[in-house]
């Protein structure tokens, strides 16, 4: 159960990723997030059943994810919607656009090929694929995100999150950031569903219900954990984040609580997380992985001063 865990943590680090890109760096409370989510695994999995190769399927899956993305991004852009609103009404939408591809509000893949197959030939044990699946999807995601914010692009995305009105002033086109924001977002996103739907083994029109939840969990459990970071560990965090929220639920369910309420749970471990840094300001405390970096940076700083 604890592998499983790991290996769902990971894939669901995606979701966290994605809502990093818009909440944190653009400060744009993005609603389509619960809608792109089960979009992401309705359109991989009615692909699947299709004949198409998992492979591909997850990555129709990802357009349909930026597609919905790019809906929201045009609607607060260009229709002047207020944010929520624009993403609420999106996220509204795509629940008949699930039931259009799937032709039902749920979808199964049993007896059907899936991305972990790939791994059949190893022989495995249980579970391992997932992590495996979880590694690779992780290593992939960071190494494109962290080549993207080191463009200038990338660095004027940054920049739009930081301070629209001096973007404005320095010639960048804010509101195609939050195009390419929204688009790249709820690409990653769409890839969680995708991912987690073939891991599942079915794709359901309510899977999206209280994703916000679980990102938003990711995120604020690695800033809680590890304090101050760079922009790379920051992203590493999340899926550490994603990770720990997974076994907290694992430990709730050992603990005999009904998982009918699991939802419930979810929201009760982000208040706590959300509280903890209240808690640690007023009481002065750190967590043992913060002393672990401001030691780092005082050691890379001070030799920087020496070199």
């Not at 579970?127 to 692009?153: H, Q, R, W």
């Not at 890839?191 to 990102?215: C, E, F, N, P, R």
């Not at 604020?220 to 560990?233: D, H, K, P």
């Not at 720990?244 to 997380?273: E, P, W």
Request: aromatic content about 10%; glycine content about 10%; hydrophobic content about 50%.
């Amino acid at each position: 159960m604890i592998i499983s865990s790991i290996g769902q943590g990971m894939l669901w680090s995606m979701l966290g990723l994605g809502i990093f890109m818009t909440y944190r760096i653009l400060g744009f409370p993005d609603m389509t997030t619960e809608g792109s989510f089960p979009l992401g695994g309705a359109v991989c999995v009615a692909a699947i059943t299709a004949g198409v190769n998992p492979f591909l399927a997850t990555l129709l899956g990802v357009l349909a994810g930026m597609c919905a993305g790019l809906v929201t991004g045009l609607l607060y852009t260009k229709g002047k919607i207020p944010v929520v609103l624009a993403g609420i009404l999106v996220m509204s939408a795509l629940n008949s656009v699930m039931l259009f591809v799937m032709k039902s509000p749920n979808l199964s893949l049993l007896n059907l090929p899936k991305i972990q197959d790939v791994f059949i030939p190893l022989n495995l044990p249980e579970n391992y694929d997932t992590v495996f699946i979880g590694l690779l999807a992780v290593a992939i995601v960071i190494g494109l995100m962290s080549l993207f914010f080191n463009t200038e692009f990338g660095q004027a995305y940054i920049a739009t999150g930081d301070n629209e009105s001096m973007a404005k002033s320095l010639g960048i086109h804010t509101e195609r950031m939050t195009n390419v924001g929204l688009m790249l977002s709820n690409g990653l996103i769409a890839l969680s569903g995708a991912l987690i739907s073939q891991h599942d083994g079915y794709a359901d029109v309510s899977k999206g219900v209280g994703t916000i939840v679980i990102g938003l969990s990711s995120i604020i459990i690695g800033e809680v954990l590890f304090g101050e970071l760079s922009f790379f560990q920051r992203m590493l965090a999340t899926v550490v984040g994603s990770i720990i929220y997974q076994l907290l639920i694992l430990l709730v369910i050992r603990l005999g609580f009904d998982t009918t309420y699991l939802k419930f749970f979810s929201a009760v471990v982000l208040s706590l997380c959300m509280l903890i840094p209240q808690f640690k300001r007023a009481l002065h405390l750190t967590t043992g992985f913060e002393k672990y970096f401001k030691k780092n940076d005082v050691v890379q700083a001070s030799g920087k001063v020496k070199a």
